[in-house]
Nanobody
Framework: QVQLVESGGGLVQAGGSLRLSCAASGRTFSSYVMAWFRQAPGKEREFVATITQSGGSTYYTDSVKGRFSISRDNAKNTVYLQMNSLKPEDTAVYYC???????????????WGQGTQVTVSS
């Protein structure tokens, strides 16, 4: 079992930056693929980024490429999402997730955090 707790969300102006963190419990964090998803009001949850167990490979949805960066520190059991050049359309609740498959499909992830709100004002 893995428990995930996100932090770092908040209100920021367009063009600003935020760094989200997701702290995981347990000693098996390094065995999981980790990902970030987001859900805007009235919309379905969508994939944002994923990273392999070692951190050697990452994959992003097109709308965040070049602006967001996912990373992890296995010694700290934490995955990060650095978000730069934020846009109002990035406003959403952001969730971290853990699983065994390197994929953008949400159903493949077994563990989820409670989410952290990111609001970008224009």
């Amino acid at each position: 079992q893995v428990q995930l707790v996100e932090s770092g969300g908040g209100l920021v102006q367009a063009g600003g930056s935020l760094r989200l963190s997701c702290a995981a419990s347990g000693r098996t964090f390094s065995s999981y693929v980790m990902a970030w998803f987001r859900q805007a009001p009235g919309k379905e949850r969508e994939f944002v980024a994923t990273i392999t167990q070692s951190g050697g490979s990452t994959y992003y949805t097109d709308s965040v490429k070049g602006r967001f960066s996912i990373s992890r520190d296995n010694a700290k059991n934490t995955v990060y999402l650095q978000m730069n050049s934020l846009k109002p359309e990035d406003t959403a609740v952001y969730y971290c997730a853990g699983g065994s498959q390197y994929t953008h499909y949400s159903l493949a992830y077994d563990y989820w955090g409670q989410g952290t709100q990111v609001t970008v004002s224009s």
